[in-house]
């Protein structure tokens, strides 16, 4: 638990003090997954600033963080997917304008308990026979889902319906965002994942890959098979080489248009996508190609607002391709 209570605990702290004279604010939240990085990225760059700049890093979801960035709330939103139409209307009403930059690689890790011995791989149709809604009340033991497995209640734990990897989750595995069976443990807390997962030997969740791997011995990986017979388990190669599918995907921060026109927002944007690499491996995420950080760059300088994917759920999507789309709002 001690990163949850570690950003509850700061976030508290700075969002309580009063600034030093003179000093600048920058206030980011949303998405419990992009949170790592964002927060290694502000550690470093209040260090650089010497105390003249305090960043508030916050977490509420990825729909939640959308709430307040559209409300102008926070400076930045962190996301753990795009924005969705609903959302880009909310912000269009409140005259709020956005640039996307993706900021990092994730790849969703399908974990069991270390006491599990079976579900040492498993393929996407049966993770949605598991999980897509028709399941709910049907569907509960492992026989059910293979032969031979045991004749055991397994039990779900995912992320809550505010996050980002909720939407991505099922848009990969049933097919439509939201589309899930209701009776699972949800939390926007990956930790809480991470404990539930890990102390019961017929759990099965997902939790994206730093938690997993900021948590050796407490989480099985299970290999994934996306239809082709081989089933691949995530890590940096897997996620870079295009071979862990579908379950990889792009982490982004949205910043609001008129915060970019100010200079320390400015200077932390930079700093991100110039210091950010090697903060994302420090925090056992992957790294976008350089390329893909110096195309961010020139896009959060030439102030191309709105989204490359146009408010619909996508997945499977190069960095490549999504930063060479021309954004709409």
Known sequence: ??????????????????????????????????FPVTEAVAEEFQKASKGQIRVTVGISGTGGGFKKFCRGESDISNASRPIL??????????????????????????????????????????????????????????????????????????????????????????????????????????????????SDKNALGYVPYSYYAENPGKLKAVAIDEGKGQAVLPSAETVKGGTY???????????????????????????????GPNLVKEVKYVPLPDQAYKMSLERFRAKQVGTAFGGKPEVGLSIEEILKRKPVS
């Open 245 to 275: 599918n579908p379950l990889s995907r792009p982490l982004f921060i949205y910043v609001k248009e008129s915060a970019a026109d100010q200079p320390h927002v400015k200077q932390l944007v930079e700093f991100f996508m110039t210091k």
């Open 85 to 198: 139409e609903s959302e880009m209307q909310a912000c269009r009403e409140a005259g709020i304008r956005y640039i996307e930059l993706p900021v990092a690689y994730d790849a969703l890790t399908v974990a069991v308990s270390p006491q599990n011995d079976w579900a040492k791989t498993m393929t996407v149709a049966e993770l949605k026979k598991m999980w897509e809604p028709a399941a709910q009340g049907k569907v509960t033991r492992w026989n059910q889902i293979r032969a031979g497995w045991p004749d055991a209640e397994f039990k779900l734990y995912g992320a809550g319906a505010d996050s980002g990897t909720f939407d991505y989750f099922t848009e990969a595995v049933v097919g439509k965002a939201k589309s899930s069976r209701g009776d699972f443990t949800a939390s926007e807390d990956d930790n809480v994942l991470v404990q539930g997962i890990g």
């Open 1 to 34: 638990m001690k990163r949850f209570l570690t950003a509850t605990l700061t976030g508290g702290l700075l969002l309580s003090a009063l600034p030093a004279l003179g000093q600048q604010r920058i206030t980011i939240d949303g998405s419990s997954s992009v």
